[in-house]
């Protein structure tokens, strides 16, 4: 677990770096180059920093250990982080998509400058290469906040490719191509605010996982010598881990310490083969 929390904390400085450094060239580029599509995805950038902010605090709190107040630890802190930062795609977005709107009827749109259309370019590539990297790591660690953090900026790198689009149309002879720009951004930051959105709740309400993972979990269990059935299996996600229930039948003739060594055994066999599952919690039936 230590590891894993380590390599998602290493990713989210990363993250705050590269976030940093957008923020400030994008939005100083849309003020200097006249191109609300880069203004609008400087600030895209900008809650991008917010939200990686975010995932750090997340993950602080979700490291901290079990006690009096929190018997179960802290592990829905990374869901409830992936939740806000779903929010604050979302506000961001509606106010990119005002500022567009703004624009657009504007009496006067200005063509944007060429370095406008340079870093748009260098944007999209940068985004692209930390969504892959950070994405890779969320996967790696199971953290639904460092998941989050990594569609966020995918949505980055799709709103500095209709920057790059917009931006190319303007200064070809359709300045509204860039306040349309805008609009796309804020289409892209909304849709993907509300995708994290529904995979935090998911995690919150402790939606069932695939199907193919809970059967698995009764083949493994099944597999065990003196299990006769296995009834039950439930699984739910827990921070960046799942939690296991199961219900399993042994011979009734069995005594008590028996039945419980079955179960003991099945525990480990799932343990062993999943290394994502944090505890498995097994009750025994007489068959």
């Known amino acids: 677990m230590e590891e894993r929390f380590n390599l998602a904390v290493r990713i989210s400085w990363w993250s705050v770096a590269g976030n940093i450094f957008l923020s400030i060239i994008k939005i100083m580029t849309g003020f200097w ?10 600030f895209h950038s900008f809650s991008d920093l917010l939200s990686t902010i975010g995932v750090l605090v997340g ?5 901290q250990p079990v006690d009096k107040t929190h018997p179960y630890g802290h592990g829905k802190a ?34 944007p400058g060429f370095a406008a259309l340079l870093v748009a370019l260098f944007s ?24 989050a953090d990594a569609w966020h900026h995918r949505s980055d790198a799709y709103s500095s490719l209709a920057s790059l689009v917009g931006i190319a149309g303007a200064r070809l002879g359709v300045p509204l191509l860039d306040p349309l720009a805008g609009l796309a951004v804020a289409f892209c930051i909304v849709h993907m605010g509300f995708k994290i959105l529904k995979d935090s709740i998911d995690s919150l309400m402790d939606a069932a996982l695939d199907e193919s993972i809970i059967q698995e979990l009764k083949e493994f269990a099944s597999q065990v010598e003196g ?30 310490k028996e039945a419980h060594d079955i179960s003991e055994l099945v525990k480990d066999a799932i343990l062993d083969q999943n290394k994502d599952i944090l505890e498995v919690f097994v009750h025994v039936d007489p068959a």
């Open 124 to 147: 999209l590539l940068l985004k692209e290469v930390m969504f892959q990297y950070t994405f890779r790591a969320g996967k790696k660690t199971g953290s639904p906040a460092l998941k």
């Open 227 to 256: 299990v006769e059935e296995v009834r039950m299996v439930k699984a739910r996600s827990y921070c960046s881990y799942l939690l296991v229930e199961m219900s399993i039948a042994v011979a009734p003739e069995l005594s008590i």
């Open 78 to 111: 990374e869901a409830i982080t992936a939740k806000f930062i779903g929010i604050l795609l979302v506000a961001v977005g509606v106010a990119v998509a005002a500022g567009a709107i703004n624009r657009l009827f504007s009496p006067a749109l200005a063509v």
């Open 33 to 42: 180059a006249g191109s609300w599509a880069m203004l609008s995805d400087g």
């Open 59 to 63: 993950l602080h709190i979700a490291r």
